[in-house]
């Protein structure tokens, strides 16, 4: 399993953070106005981390690699 965990520093005020396991978007988190940063509006994915967390396990128990790539982006800057 490849898990990468990629940081956006989107401007002086506002981050995000993805999650892609195996090339999938998984997770996704992003700060912007005050009134949408609640659960149900930009963090609306953090439902998803007991099925996520149960992913990883069941990769552990298969005996499947893991593999946890951390990196930092600036704005929307795409992979080469």
């Known amino acids: 399993m490849k898990v990468v965990f990629t940081h956006r520093v989107l ?3 506002r981050e995000a ?6 090339g999938e978007l998984v997770f996704e988190a992003y ?7 609640c659960i149900m ?6 439902h998803k ?3 996520l967390m ?9 005996r ?5 790539i951390r990196q930092t982006k600036k704005g929307w800057e ?3």
């Open 78 to 80: 795409e992979d080469e």
């Open 17 to 22: 953070v993805e999650i892609e396991i195996d």
């Open 31 to 37: 700060d912007g106005e005050p009134e949408d940063n």
């Open 49 to 51: 981390i007991p099925e």
């Open 54 to 62: 149960e992913k990883a396990f069941n990769a552990a128990l298969d």
């Open 11 to 13: 401007d002086d005020y």
């Open 41 to 46: 509006r930009n963090f609306n994915d953090t």
């Open 64 to 68: 499947e690699g893991l593999e946890i």
